[in-house]
C-alpha cells in the first residue's frame, strides 16, 4: 500500500520494527516457556529413581495423572458439546432476538466468572446435591464400572469435577458454535425452509453440517481448556492416586494441574523440578491439542474464547 | 436422503396445533407434575425434571396425532433443545445465587477495609488480597497491553510471508496455554535468576501477561481490521508516513474497541488462581510492593480460606464466600464498563 518510499522514512522504519519485534516477541516468550520449563524439569527426568518421591520413576509418577486429567476431561467434554450445541442454536435460530442477544450476553460474562468460583459452587452446592443420585446410581447400576461405587457421601468424586468443568467450557463451545450458526447463509436455510423443510430439517440439513467443523474445533478449544483447569478440580476432588473408572466413589485419581496446585506451595528441591516436568506434559497435551483444533478452524475467525 | 426427506409433503395429518401449543402444554405439564409431587413428596428437582420429559413427550404425542411425523419431530426437537438450554442455564443461575447469598454475610465495611494480619478467627478482611489483585493485574496490564497492540499492528498493517502466519498461528495456540503452565514458566524464570524459594507479586503478573497477551492481540487485530481502509489512503494522499497514519488514524478510530478488548482480557485473567499460588503465594498482611516479597490477592485468598479453614470453620468459609462475591462483582463491573465503552465510543466503526 505504502510502497517503498515510505518505508524509508526513519520514523517508518522505526516503528515498523517496533511492530515486528512485538509480533517476533510472542514467539520468543512461546519458545521461551517451552525452554524455561525443560530447562528446569531436566534436573527431574535426569534423576536417578531413587531420589524421586515414592522412589517411583517419573513415568509411574506421571501415569495416574494424566488418567485423571484425560478422565476429567472427557467427562466434561460428553457432558457439555450436546448442552452447547443446543445453547448455540437457541441462542442462534430458536430463541427471539432480545432473548438471544441478552442470553449470548450472559454466557460471555459467564465464561470470565473465576475458576475457583466454579470450584467451591461445587464443592459447595453440586458435590451435596450429587450424593443421592450418585448413592442410588451405585445401588442400580453398580454393575457398570463406571458406577461401582461405594458413593461418596460428601460428593467430592470424579463425576462432579467432570461435571463442573463442563459448566465451565460450556460458554466457550456454545460461542463458538453460536457464531458459526449465525453465519450459515440465509440463502440455504431460506432454499430449505421454501423447498419445505420444518424449522428442525432446516438446522439438520444446512446449519449443522455448515458449523460440523467448527463445532468440533470449539469443542477442542473447550477440551484444552478442561485439560489445563486446575482450580476447581483442586478444590473438590479428594485425591488418593489411585487409578480407577469409577466416578462416584471418594477414591479418585488427581490431575496433572491440580496436583500442582497442591503439592507445589509445600515442596522443594527435587520435588519441584518433578512437578514442572509433569507440568511439560500438561503443555504437551493441550499444545496438541489446541493445534489439532487451530488446524481445523483454519483462520476462521470463529474461536472468540480462550 | 435429504431431497426425499423435504419432498414428502408436510400434511400427513391434515389439522394443525394452536398458537402456543408448546408453551400449553409445558403450562399443564408443570401444572400437573406440581400437584403430582406435592402429593407424593417429592423434590422441586424431580418436578422440573418429570414436567421437562411429560412436556416434551406430550408435545411430540399431541403433533403426531394432528400434525404428522414431521412436524411432531420439528416441535419435540425445539422443546427438547429449549429445555437443555434450561438445564444449562440453571447451574450457572445457582452459582450466582450462591455466591451473593453466601457472600453478604461478611461483604461489610471490615472485610473491605481489613487484613487478615494478627486475625485468628472471626473479623479480618480481604483489602491486603484485593490491593494485590489490583497490582498484580495492573502490572500485567501494562507490560501485556503495548506488547499485544504492537503484535496486532504488526498482524494487520505491516506483516505478510510466512512470519506472519507463523505468529498469527501461535497467537492461537498461545491463547490455549493452561495457566498453570503460564504459572510454572514465571516461576521457572525468576527461579534460575533468584532461586527456587522466590515468591514475588511480579511473578504473577509475568503469568498474567502470557495469559493475556494473545488476548489483547485477538481483540486489538479484530478492531484494526473494521477500520474502513479509506481512512488509512486518505491519510496517506495528504502525504502522511505510514507509521504516522497508524498512529493517529488507525489506532485513535479503533481506540474504543482496543479499550473494551482489553478490558475483557483483565476480566478474564483476574480471577485466575493456579498461576498465582505457585508465584505471588500468599501472606496475611498488606504488601503493596510487587518486587519485595509475598503478595496476597482475590483468588488465592478464596482458594486458602476456602481449602484450608482454621477453627471455627465458619469464619473463613464466610470471608471465602466474601472474596467470591467481590472477585465476581470486579468481573461484572469489568464486563459493563467495557460494554458501555463499546457502546458510547464504538459506534462509527461498527456500521
Redesign the interface.
Known sequence: MSGSEARRRPGDRAFHGLATGAGVLILVVLAGVAGFLVSEALPAITAPVADLPDGESLTRYVWPLVFGTVLSSAIAIILAVPMAIAVALFTSHLAPRPISMSVSYVTDLLAAIPSIIYGIWGIAVLGPASVPVTQWLADHFGFIPLFEGPASTTGRTMLVAGMVLALMILPIISAVAREVFNQTPKGLQESALALGATRWEMIRMVVLPFGRSAVVAGSMLGLGRALGETMAVTIILSVSGVVTFDLISSENPSTIAANIALQFPESSGLDVNVLIATGLVLFAITLAVNMAARTIIGRREVARGR | M?GS???M??GEGAGILPPRANLLVAAVAAATCGALSVALGLSP?VWVLITGVVSLAAVATWSLVVEGR??A??RA??V???E??V??MV??A??VY??VA?GLARFDAEFLTGSMRGVLADGGGAFHAAMGTFIITGVATVGAV???V??A???T???KGR??R?????????????????G??A???F??FFG??IRLGVMGSVALM?LM???V??ATE?MLRVVPDSL??AS?ALGV????T??RVVLPTALAGIVTGVM?AI??V?????PL??TT?SIDSTNLNPFDGRMANL?VF??QE??FPGVPPEAYIER??AG?LL??LT??TL?LAA?LIAKRYGVEIRR
Do not use: N, Q
Open positions: 435429504a426427506a423435504v419432498s409433503p408436510l428437582f414431521r412436524r419431530l420439528d426437537m425445539t427438547l433443545v429449549v437443555v438450554f438445564l444449562a447451574p450457572l445457582s452459582l450462591t455466591v453466601e503495548p506488547v499485544g504492537l503484535a499492528i504488526y498482524l498493517e505491516y506483516g512470519l506472519k507463523a505468529i498469527t498461528f501461535f497467537v492461537d495456540v498461545m491463547t490455549g496455554i493452561p495457566s498453570i503452565v503460564a510454572l514458566f516461576f521457572a524464570l527461579a534460575i527456587p524459594g502470557v497477551v494473545p488476548i492481540i485477538r479484530e488509512r489512503e496517506y508516513p505510514k507509521w504516522l497508524i498512529v475483557l476480566a478474564r483476574i480471577g485466575e488462581t493456579a499460588l505457585i503465594g483468588p478464596v482458594y476456602y481449602k471465602a464466600w467470591a472477585l465476581i468481573v461484572l464486563f460494554r
